[in-house]
Structures are given as structure tokens and as C-alpha cells.
């Protein structure tokens, strides 16, 4: 087994809110290994982006607490490192790709500078040298032009030539680590498709591992080997994203599952999950999901831990028994 | 793969575009022309003016517009119409340089106050309400006073009298610009503070700026030749316009032209301004398409 480059071990963390703390994230645990594209799936709200932003860092010092846990990204603990030690890790060491390609680039600066003052950041070169490097950073985002896109400014760009330019900034330095929030979702489908197939050809080219946060299970079955699935902040199921498609262990995986369209069940209605997601004030005492849950059952009233073995696990008391598939 | 076709000519075009929108307005138009004519005046003094605006002629002193002295001469014989020629270098670059300086200052510590907030921000941010609680003349006078009366020490007077209004309209500005999201992504490349508020910030916040310096050049004039009235700007003999109507004002009953066409220069200049910069500001704010273009 390769070497974790993340890991996230029981991670409990809250906001700080006039309403008092908030618990967003409770005892997430997942690793990532060197080379390996994982996906964090679940709804809006699930705390998938919360979690890539707490890998990052980037969530508001004054407002966040993390109560328990630790993110060990090359072996160390990310909230106890100094701002500083975080700033050679940004950029350097994790690439970060926003949801949104419209807004994540300086609207009063060509591309091409901002390419180019990130790079020199990065590797501390030439002018010159920057300039040569811009232009195969732009080659390697297959851009056809990249002396033309160089001195255009981001409102000159549609959506996915800017996600090109987003995800060059982003893998810049050649990071161990690049994680994807939501990259396609502001895309229309086509350039979506484009979009999936460089960020894969990207990770595999240098070896980068890749989070890759998705509400689509369809984009985590083209592209990831392991997935996660956080429900109301708690992760309910891990492992291989084959396995996970063939046999859902959790019942809000399946649910999940049963709401993607499918050519294979034509015709059939599409099945929605009753209810929505439990108040971050107000959960239920036992499992998160139970409210929701078709298989309910009276156990469910106290916590189910994530049992499994090796790669596979889930936080159900329902699923410890043999079940059928879909 | 889409390949972005934009004309080059497109981008320049803007250009044109907001002079014809600046000139459209006819008294925009006629600032314009205005400031365009004063500042060239200004420039070309050495050359346009018929003499040094300090030599004395006590023969020729207090003569009325003439073909020799187009506007007269002064109580000590020197040519009024070179005195003011020379008198707008000072005025308009000096109005300009402190203008650019509070200007400067202030979007620097107003971005930096907006990014960083925190004590940064709150220290900056109360030692900028206390410059504003001063009406600024009387302030000006005392800063002016304190440093020594000269034409530097004014500029500088008035420069940090103008700095409050920059430093919070900078932080308005770096407030809503730090929420956006390109600043959150230039954090996660690794890039600093500094690196972010002069690269990020600033670019992104000088329009509302841009307006601002024009606004404030008519009134900066004014200031300085208020100062120089008052005898705590430019002293004489240097031709500074306020300095020169505070001699020539006793003047005012037997040579008229003296002080009145003096104070008509500083009249002209600070109103080309002033309509210039209400042009400028009507063309960039985005309430005045909502009136349906309706400029006043």
C-alpha cells in the first residue's frame, strides 16, 4: 500500500455563529494515497466543501473551531502549523480549484500575468523563464493559442477556457495534492466532459492525488477509484467506487443511487429521498440518516460507528446484515 | 475546444468610446476643452509668456491692460499675464501632486485596512475619523502653520487633509473586493498579504478612485490658493495665484484688473475642474444609466 499524502482522522469541526457553535463536520475520517483520485460526494450542505476548505485552510480563522481531530498532510497536522508554514504548503503543495471559473480570476489582470506572478512565486525564475513556462502551462490546459489567451483578461474567456486557466494556476507548482471543488458544476456538459478528462490526465501525468468534491455520482464513477460519502457532516460510507456502485452499503448511498438517471431502468420513475437534510442544530441522538431512512429500525437510535475492513466501511446498523443488491 | 476570437481593436476602443460619452455633455465638453487649454497654458509659460514673472519695472508699476502688458502690471511693475501664466503651473501641478499623494497614501492604507482588518483597521480607520472631524480649511491652516508657511509644507497640509476621504473609500472598496473569490484563490497559490492587496485589491478598486482625484483637484486648488491668500502657502514673490490676490486686493477700487483678473484665473480653473470632475463622475457610476442617462 503507497503512502497517505492525506489524512484526515476523526475531524470535528464547527462554526462559530450568533446562534451559538454549529457542528458541521463530526469525526470525518479518510485518507488519500500518492497518485490516487478519491471523491467526496454528498448534498449541498453536507460539509464536502467545508472539508476541502479545512485541508486548505481557508476557512475563516476568527469563526471556525475545530474541536477535535487532524489533518495530516504529508505527515503533519495542518491546524497546528503557523500561517506562514501554510502559505509554502498553498499553492506549492496543494493546488485548489474552485467551483466557480467565472469569479476565481482577477478581472483587472491578463491571465497570462497572473500565470505568471504565481509561477515565479512558486519557482522564483526569470522573467523570461516565467514567460516560457506560462506558455507550456497553458499547453499543457490544452489551450490552442496560448500567446493570444496570454494577454486576454478573464472576461475575454468563456467558463471552461477560465477553469483551463484556474486549473494551470492550480497546478502550477506540480502540488502532491490537488483538490477539485466542485470544478464542473458551473459548466454546461460538454465542457464538463472536457474538463473531467484534463484534470485526469493532469493527475496522472505527475502523480498528483486528487480530492474531488462532486454532489455527481456519475462524475465520480468516470473518474475516481475511492469515494466518500458525507451525509449532514459525518462520513456514511467509503471505498472503492466500483465496489460502492455494484453493492451500496449504506441505505443513503443506495437512495443516492436509486435518484441518477440510468439507461438500464428506462421508464421507471426516478425515486427522490424523502425528507431533507437534518438541522446542524438539531440532529437526531442516533444515526444522521435515520429520519430518512427506509430501513429504520429501533437501534438506530443510538450512533452506528464506520465498521469495515480494508478499504470499505459504513456507519450503518442495517447494512452489518447481508443485503441484496439494488 | 472554443478558441477565443476578440478583436484587438476592441479593447482600445473603450477609449473612444468614453471621450465621446465625456463630451457628450455639453458643459463636460466645455470643462474639457477648458483643462485641456489651462494645463497647456501651464506648460508652455516659459514660451508663451512675454516676460519673467518676477522681473520689477517700478517705472511701469500698476499699468492697466495694454498691448505690451495684456493684463496689466502689478504694484511693483511685473507682468500680471505672465505672473498668471506661471501662476497655473503652480496651482495645477501642485493641486495635482498633493491630489496624487493623498490619493496614494490613502488607497494603500484604506486596502490594507479593508484586507487585513483587525487593530490595523480599527487604528487607521479612528485616526481617520479624528483628520475628519477638522473642517478641513481649519485644518489645512494649522498643519500649514505648524510645518511652516511655504508652498511644499501646504501641499503636504492639504494632501493629509484629503487623505480620510481616500483611505475610506479604499477600504469600502478592499472590504467587498476580499470577499470575492479570486482573492480566496490567490490564497490557496501561496500568495502573501502584500502581495494580494497591491496586485488584487488595488487594481480592482481604483475606478471609484479615479473619480475621486477629479472631484478633488477643483477644490485642491482652491485650497492651496486659499492658503496662499492667507499667507501660508507659496510666498511672494513667487506667482502663486492666492498669494497674489492678497496683495492686489487693496487694489481693487483703482486697478480693477489686478486682483479681478487673478482671481478669474483661479475662477476659470478650479470651475473646469469641478464640471470635469462631475462629468467623469456621472459617466462611471452606474445609477446614472438607471435615470435613463439623464446628466445634470
Redesign the interface.
Known amino acids: 500500500m503507497t503512502e497517505s499524502v492525506l489524512q484526515v482522522e476523526e475531524l470535528t469541526l464547527s462554526f462559530r455563529t450568533a446562534a451559538g457553535l454549529i457542528r458541521v463536520l463530526r469525526g470525518v475520517s479518510f485518507d488519500i494515497r500518492a497518485g490516487e483520485l478519491v471523491g467526496l460526494v454528498g448534498e449541498s450542505g453536507s460539509g464536502k466543501s467545508v472539508t476541502a476548505q479545512a485541508v ?1 485552510r ?1 476557512l475563516p480563522e476568527e469563526t471556525t473551531v475545530v474541536e477535535s481531530g487532524r489533518i495530516l498532510f504529508a505527515g503533519r497536522d495542518v491546524c497546528t502549523m503557523t500561517e506562514a508554514e501554510m ?6 503543495r ?3 480549484v ?1 467551483q ?1 471559473p467565472m ?7 491578463t491571465v497570462g500575468d497572473q500565470l505568471m ?2 509561477i515565479r ?2 519557482h522564483g525564475c526569470s522573467r523570461r523563464e516565467a514567460r516560457q513556462r506560462v506558455q507550456r502551462a497553458l499547453e499543457e490546459v ?1 489551450i ?2 496560448p500567446d ?2 496570454a494577454r ?1 483578461y478573464p472576461f ?3 467558463g ?2 477560465r477553469q483551463r486557466i ?1 486549473i494551470a ?2 497546478m ?2 506540480n502540488p502532491a495534492l490537488l483538490i477539485a471543488d466542485e470544478p464542473t458544476t458551473a459548466l454546461d456538459v460538454t465542457v464538463q466532459a ?1 474538463i473531467l478528462k484534463l484534470i485526469l490526465r493532469l493527475a496522472r501525468q505527475h502523480g498528483t492525488a486528487v480530492l474531488f468534491i462532486t454532489h455527481d455520482l456519475g462524475v465520480v464513477s468516470q473518474i475516481c477509484e475511492r469515494m466518500v460519502v458525507l451525509y449532514a457532516g459525518e462520513v456514511v460510507e467509503r471505498g472503492p467506487v466500483r465496489e460502492i456502485l455494484r453493492h451500496p452499503n449504506h441505505p443513503y448511498t443506495r437512495a443516492l443511487l436509486r435518484a441518477v438517471p440510468d439507461v438500464a431502468r428506462r421508464g421507471e420513475p426516478l425515486q427522490a429521498i424523502p425528507g431533507e437534510l437534518p438541522d446542524l442544530r438539531h440532529l437526531p441522538p442516533g444515526c444522521v440518516f435515520a429520519p430518512r431512512c427506509v430501513h429504520r429500525m429501533e437501534r438506530c437510535d443510538t450512533r452506528p460507528p464506520l465498521r469495515g475492513s480494508g478499504d470499505t466501511a459504513v456507519a450503518c446498523w442495517w447494512s452489518g446484515q447481508e443485503v441484496p443488491n439494488r | 475546444m472554443s478558441t477565443p476570437i476578440v478583436a484587438r481593436s476592441a479593447r482600445y476602443g473603450g477609449g473612444r468610446m468614453l471621450w465621446k460619452q465625456l463630451t457628450a455633455n455639453r458643459f463636460t465638453a466645455l470643462a474639457v476643452a477648458c483643462v485641456v487649454a489651462i494645463v497647456l497654458l501651464a506648460l508652455l509659460a516659459p514660451w508663451l509668456a512675454p516676460d519673467s514673472p518676477t522681473s520689477v519695472h517700478l517705472s511701469q508699476r500698476l499699468s492697466p491692460p495694454s498691448a505690451r502688458h495684456w493684463f496689466g502690471t502689478d504694484e511693483v511693475g511685473r507682468d500680471l499675464f505672465s505672473r498668471i501664466l506661471y501662476g497655473a503651473r503652480i496651482s495645477v501641478g501642485v493641486g495635482l501632486g498633493s491630489v496624487l499623494l493623498a490619493a496614494l497614501a490613502g488607497t494603500l492604507l484604506g486596502a490594507f485596512s479593508g484586507y487585513w482588518g483587525r487593530w490595523a483597521d480599527q487604528g487607521i480607520m479612528r485616526l481617520m475619523d479624528i483628520l475628519l472631524s477638522f473642517p478641513s480649511i481649519v485644518l489645512a491652516m494649522a498643519l500649514a502653520a505648524a510645518l511652516g508657511p511655504n508652498l511644499l509644507n501646504a501641499a503636504l497640509a492639504i494632501a493629509i487633509v484629503k487623505l480620510p476621504v481616500y483611505v475610506r473609500l479604499a477600504r469600502a472598496e478592499a472590504l467587498s473586493i476580499s470577499r470575492q473569490l479570486f482573492v480566496k484563490a490567490a490564497r490557496t497559490f501561496g500568495l502573501g498579504s502584500g502581495w494580494i492587496v497591491t496586485r488584487h485589491i488595488i487594481p480592482n478598486l481604483l475606478p471609484p478612485i479615479v473619480v475621486q482625484i477629479t472631484l478633488d483637484l477643483g477644490d485642491t486648488i482652491l485650497l492651496i490658493a486659499t492658503l496662499g491668500f492667507l499667507g501660508l502657502g507659496a510666498q511672494p514673490p513667487t506667482p502663486e495665484w492666492g498669494a497674489m490676490i492678497s496683495v492686489g486686493w487693496k487694489y481693487l477700487l483703482d486697478q480693477w484688473w489686478y486682483p479681478t483678473l487673478t482671481g478669474a484665473a483661479i475662477f476659470i480653473t478650479v470651475m473646469s475642474f469641478n464640471l470635469l470632475g462631475d462629468g467623469v463622475r456621472d459617466l462611471l457610476d452606474p445609477r446614472r444609466h438607471e435615470e435613463g442617462g439623464r446628466t445634470s
Do not use: C, D, W
Not at chain 1, 502559505?87 to 506549492?92: A, D, N, Q, S, Y
Not at chain 1, 469569479?103 to 489582470?109: E, F, G, R, S, V
Open positions: 486548505a481557508l502559505r509554502e504548503i498553498r499553492g506549492r496543494i493546488g485548489y474552485f466557480e469569479t476565481a480570476l482577477n478581472p483587472a489582470m506572478h504565481v512565486h512558486h490544452l490552442h493559442q493570444l489567451v486576454q475575454e474567456l468563456s471552461g477556457m484556474v494556476l492550480a502550477s507548482a472536457e
